[in-house]
């Protein structure tokens, strides 16, 4: 079951993350890979911040870093793409 969340989480955090910086590009597939990876290094993140004290998968604490995660996953990602043009 929590792994049904986790990819909620990662959905949701890569949509957000692509509204607030404004990126249209990609689909469905690619907003919820962003979103995962994202999730995962925000997770990683508020572990190394915050310990334990980061809470759950519902968490206000997990939103906002698995939000702030794929926001830096799309910048890396903008930043790589366009190097490449």
């Known amino acids: 079951m929590e792994f049904v969340l986790l990819i909620l989480v990662?959905?949701?955090?890569?949509?957000?993350?692509k509204a607030i910086m404004g990126n249209n590009s990609g689909g469905c597939i690619s907003t919820l890979i962003l979103?995962?990876?994202g999730?995962?290094?925000g997770g990683s993140l508020g572990l190394l911040f915050l310990g334990p004290k980061a809470g759950g998968l519902l968490s206000p604490w997990t939103w906002l870093f698995a939000i702030g995660g794929?926001?830096?996953v799309l910048l890396i990602a903008q930043v790589v793409s366009g190097r490449r043009r």
């Open 70 to 72: 794929s926001m830096l």
């Open 39 to 41: 999730s995962f290094v």
């Open 35 to 37: 979103g995962l990876i």
């Open 10 to 17: 990662g959905l949701v955090a890569g949509g957000l993350a």
